[in-house]
């Protein structure tokens, strides 16, 4: 599947029960070596990170995957390349913790860079540019050259601040998991989005319950123990039961 994605991956060559051969990445008897030990240049580190997020949206969007444990330890650099690789673990785009394994990875991508000195998309951006249809083949150079200028101009803390805030939205929606509310995979990235869209804004609390009651017709669960920037209101369907 990733191969047909035009990701960078090792070759299958052969499938023999439960076991899978894949050609080396390497030179010579010499292994390729993970990202994580790859000795890169600054300038060599912002083009990766492009790379691999586009990667991601690949893997995502034509694939119809996620592969819910990238990270600097399932990549290889080789030849300039990034490879990736241990796809073992990797889910569906529609199964149930689909896009709470993508938040994760990237999260870890987000967080190498980050090291790396590489001003990286918040983790609500990158999620977003991995999973929205409308961007094509036409327009996601403009895409992402808009968006890491504004990366650019974020201030550490400000993106920090930014990147807590979606990760208490994200559990909060966890909590709720015990209620087993089925939802479709749409219903769920529908819902997700709109969270995560009309999060934080307390003047608009009874307006949000209402909008999301007409899109679910779902009940709305009233935590009140619930320390997160969400306001008093948390819907139980959500993409991590």
């Given at each position: 599947m990733?191969?047909?994605?035009?990701i960078?991956?090792?070759?299958?060559i052969?499938?023999r029960?439960?076991?899978l051969l894949?050609?080396?990445?390497g030179?010579?008897d010499?292994p390729?070596?993970?990202l994580?030990?790859?000795?890169?240049?600054d300038?060599?580190?912002?083009e990766l990170?492009?790379?691999?997020i586009?990667?991601?949206?690949?893997?995502?969007?034509?694939?119809r995957?996620v592969?819910?444990d990238l990270?600097?330890?399932?990549m290889?650099?080789?030849?300039?390349?990034?490879?990736?690789?241990?796809?073992?673990?990797?889910?569906?785009h529609?199964?149930?913790?689909?896009?709470?394994?993508?938040?994760k990875?990237?999260a870890?991508v987000?967080?190498?860079?980050q090291?790396?000195?590489?001003?990286?998309?918040?983790?609500?951006?990158?999620?977003?540019f991995i999973?929205d249809?409308s961007?094509?083949?036409?327009n996601i150079d403009?895409?992402?050259?808009?968006?890491?200028e504004?990366a650019?101009?974020?201030t550490?803390?400000?993106r920090?601040s930014?990147?807590k805030?979606?990760e208490?939205v994200?559990?909060?929606?966890?909590?709720?998991?015990?209620?087993?509310?089925s939802?479709?995979?749409s219903e769920q990235?529908?819902?997700f989005c709109?969270?995560?869209?009309?999060?934080?804004?307390?003047?608009?609390?009874?307006?949000r319950?209402?909008?999301?009651h007409?899109?679910?017709?779902?009940?709305?669960?009233?935590?009140?123990?619930?320390?997160?920037?969400?306001?008093?209101?948390?819907f139980?369907p959500?993409?991590?039961?």
């Amino acid at each position: 599947m990733l191969n047909t994605a035009q990701i960078p991956c090792p070759e299958p060559i052969m499938l023999r029960s439960h076991v899978l051969l894949m050609g080396f990445i390497g030179k010579g008897d010499r292994p390729a070596p993970l990202l994580k030990n790859a000795q890169l240049s600054d300038s060599k580190v912002r083009e990766l990170y492009l790379q691999i997020i586009q990667y991601m949206r690949r893997m995502y969007q034509d694939a119809r995957l996620v592969h819910a444990d990238l990270s600097e330890f399932n990549m290889l650099y080789h030849g300039g390349d990034v490879y990736i690789i241990d796809v073992s673990q990797a889910v569906e785009h529609d199964h149930p913790h689909a896009l709470e394994f993508l938040r994760k990875d990237c999260a870890n991508v987000n967080g190498f860079f980050q090291k790396h000195n590489v001003a990286v998309m918040t983790v609500r951006e990158l999620f977003e540019f991995i999973t929205d249809p409308s961007i094509t083949s036409e327009n996601i150079d403009d895409y992402l050259t808009k968006a890491m200028e504004i990366a650019s101009k974020r201030t550490e803390e400000e993106r920090s601040s930014q990147d807590k805030v979606d990760e208490e939205v994200s559990e909060d929606f966890c909590s709720c998991r015990e209620m087993k509310i089925s939802l479709s995979s749409s219903e769920q990235w529908k819902l997700f989005c709109f969270i995560w869209q009309n999060t934080g804004d307390t003047d608009q609390e009874n307006s949000r319950d209402i909008q999301m009651h007409a899109m679910t017709k779902l009940p709305v669960c009233h935590c009140s123990q619930s320390t997160s920037v969400l306001p008093r209101t948390v819907f139980l369907p959500c993409f991590f039961i």
